[in-house]
C-alpha cells in the first residue's frame, strides 16, 4: 500500500519524537542519487570515527539490510525485536501504518536504541509526505535534495517541478541545505523558493553553478575517474559533511582524506561488475546497475557506450547481450530507448515477490518483449520468465558479447541473493560472517 502522509508515522513514532532525539539526521531527498549520497556520508563520518546509522531503501537481500550502523547491517534478531515493538505500537493504537511507515519507525527506534550519533535518512519516495519527513527541524543537522527527474508521477506530479517541490518538503526552518546544481535551472529555483518560503539555510557551494571548491577536492574528482552523476553525488556528500562538521565538535576538516575513503565504496547494483561464473559454469563477468527511469537510464548508457560497448579500442559499438525486468508504473518505453542499441540481444525476466513491499510488481516479460519489438524489430529477445539461472547461463552462451543485468533494483536483489547462495566466497557472504 502506497500512501502518502505524516499523520500515522507522528502517531507511530510519538514516544521516540515527544522526547529529545539522541541523534541528529543526514535528510536525503530526489529522484536518483540519493543512495550513492548517503554511502558517501556514511563513510566519510566512519571515517572520522562518528557512530552513523544510515537508513535506504528498498532493501537489498534482506528487509533489515536497509539499516546499518557504522556500514554494517543490523543483525535479523535486532531487527525484529525492535520491529515487533513497533507493530505492538501499531496494532495497539490502531494506527493502520504503511509497511514502510513500520519499517521506517523501526529504523528511527534502532538509531536511537544504538546511540549513533547521525543517522543518513534516504526519502522513501517523496518528500514532503515521505514517513522519514516525520523528522522536526531540531532532529535535522543538514538537508540533501538530489538529482531531480521524472519517476512515480502518479504520487509525486506529473511534471519535473512539481515534483521537485514534493521533494523540497524536506526542508526545513533554520536547517541548512544541499542542492545537486546539475539539475534544471527551473527546478533549482523551485527548491530554493520553497527553502526562502520556509526558512531553510542555502548551503553555501554547491547550490550555485560556480562553487568556491576546495583546489585539492577539485583535483580529486579530476584524478577520480568517476562518472559525471557521481561526481555530482559526492559533492553534495562533502558539501553535506562540511555543513555538520562543527556540531560533531571534530578538528579541522581534511577534505582529500575523507575523500578518499570513497574510492575503496562497494555499492551493490550501482555500475556493479560482478563475477557470475558460479551460476553460469564459466568464466563470465556482468554489469550490474539497478537503472529503472529515464536519468539513471541515461548514466548507464553513457557507461556501457563509453567502456563496455567501446572496450576493443574501435569506433564501432559492439552489441550487448541485455537481462533486463522492470517494475509496473515504468516508462520503459524510454528507458529501453535509452539503452537498447541495433544488434543487442535481450533476455526478458522479472523479479519475485519483494519482502515487505506486496505492492511492488514486475512488468509481464512478454509486455517486455512486446516494446522491445516495437523499438528495435531486429533486435533478438529470449523470455525466461523468473528463471534467473537460465537466463544468466543463455547471456553467458554468447560469450562474445558483454552482459549487463538492469532495469530494477528488485532484480539487482533476486541477482544477489542468486550469487549468495551459489557462491560461499561472494563478498556478501562475507558480510555476514563480519556483521
Known amino acids: 500500500m502506497i500512501d502518502l502522509g505524516l499523520s500515522r508515522i507522528t502517531r507511530l513514532l510519538e514516544p521516540l519524537l515527544s522526547s529529545k532525539l539522541s541523534w541528529h539526521a543526514v535528510h536525503i531527498a530526489g529522484t536518483n542519487g540519493k543512495g550513492s549520497i548517503a554511502a558517501y556520508v556514511s563513510t566519510m563520518l566512519r571515517h ?4 552513523v546509522g544510515k537508513f535506504t531503501s528498498p532493501h537489498l537481500i534482506d528487509r533489515w539490510d536497509c539499516i546499518a550502523i557504522n556500514g554494517r547491517p543490523v543483525s535479523e534478531g535486532l531487527f525484529r525485536s525492535v520491529e515487533d515493538l513497533v507493530i505492538a505500537r501499531n496494532r495497539q493504537d490502531e494506527i493502520h501504518a504503511s509497511e514502510f511507515e513500520v519499517l521506517t519507525a523501526t529504523a528511527f527506534e534502532l538509531f536511537s536504541r544504538e546511540r549513533v550519533q547521525i543517522g543518513v535518512i534516504e526519502c522513501g519516495m517523496g518528500g514532503a509526505r515521505d514517513a522519514t519527513n ?13 538529482k531531480i527527474g521524472l519517476d512515480h508521477q502518479s504520487y509525486l506530479g506529473n511534471t519535473i517541478d512539481e515534483i521537485a517541490k514534493e521533494k523540497a518538503g524536506i526542508l526545513k526552518r533554520g536547517v541548512p541545505f544541499v542542492l545537486d546544481f546539475s539539475n534544471p535551472s527551473s527546478v533549482l529555483q523551485v527548491i530554493r523558493n520553497v527553502g526562502r ?7 553555501d557551494g554547491i547550490s550555485t553553478p560556480h562553487p568556491p571548491w576546495d583546489l585539492d577536492f577539485q583535483t580529486y574528482l579530476e584524478q577520480s575517474r568517476l562518472p559525471v552523476h557521481q561526481q555530482q553525488n559526492l559533492r553534495c556528500a562533502y558539501e553535506a559533511v562540511k555543513c555538520i562538521w562543527p556540531m560533531l565538535g571534530l578538528g579541522p576538516i581534511h577534505g582529500p582524506d575523507l575523500l578518499r575513503v570513497s574510492r575503496s565504496l562497494y555499492m551493490p547494483g550501482r555500475l556493479q ?5 558460479s551460476i553460469t559454469g564459466k568464466h563470465t563477468f556482468a554489469l550490474v546497475d539497478g537503472a529503472h527511469n529515464s536519468q539513471s537510464a541515461d548514466a548507464l548508457a553513457d557507461h556501457v557506450d563509453s567502456n563496455i560497448r567501446t572496450s576493443d579500442g574501435t569506433s564501432d559499438l559492439r552489441p550487448v547481450t541485455w537481462i533486463l525486468a522492470f517494475s509496473q508504473g515504468k516508462s520503459i518505453a524510454t528507458i529501453l530507448n535509452r539503452l537498447v542499441r541495433s544488434r543487442d540481444r535481450i533476455i526478458a525476466v522479472e523479479f519475485g515477490p519483494v519482502d515487505g513491499m506486496p505492492w511492488v510488481q514486475p512488468v509481464r516479460p512478454e509486455d517486455l518483449v512486446h516494446e522491445v ?6 533486435v533478438h529477445t529470449t523470455l525466461c520468465s523468473r528463471d534467473l539461472k537460465r537466463a544468466m ?9 558483454p552482459i549487463v543485468i538492469a532495469g530494477s533494483l528488485y532484480l539487482v536483489a533476486d541477482i544477489m541473493r542468486l550469487l549468495k547462495a551459489e557462491d560461499p ?5 562475507a558480510a555476514d560472517e563480519s556483521a
Open 273 to 277: 561488475k560482478e563475477d557470475i561464473s
Open 48 to 51: 572520522a570515527n562518528v557512530r
Open 373 to 378: 519489438v516495437e523499438l528495435h524489430p531486429d
Open 425 to 429: 566466497n561472494h563478498p556478501l557472504n
Open 134 to 146: 516525520v523528522l522536526r527541524p531540531e532532529h535535522v543537522a543538514v538537508s540533501v535534495v538530489a
Open 197 to 203: 518560503d520556509v526558512g531553510a539555510r542555502d548551503a
Open 393 to 401: 547461463m543463455l547471456a553467458s552462451d554468447q560469450a562474445d558479447l
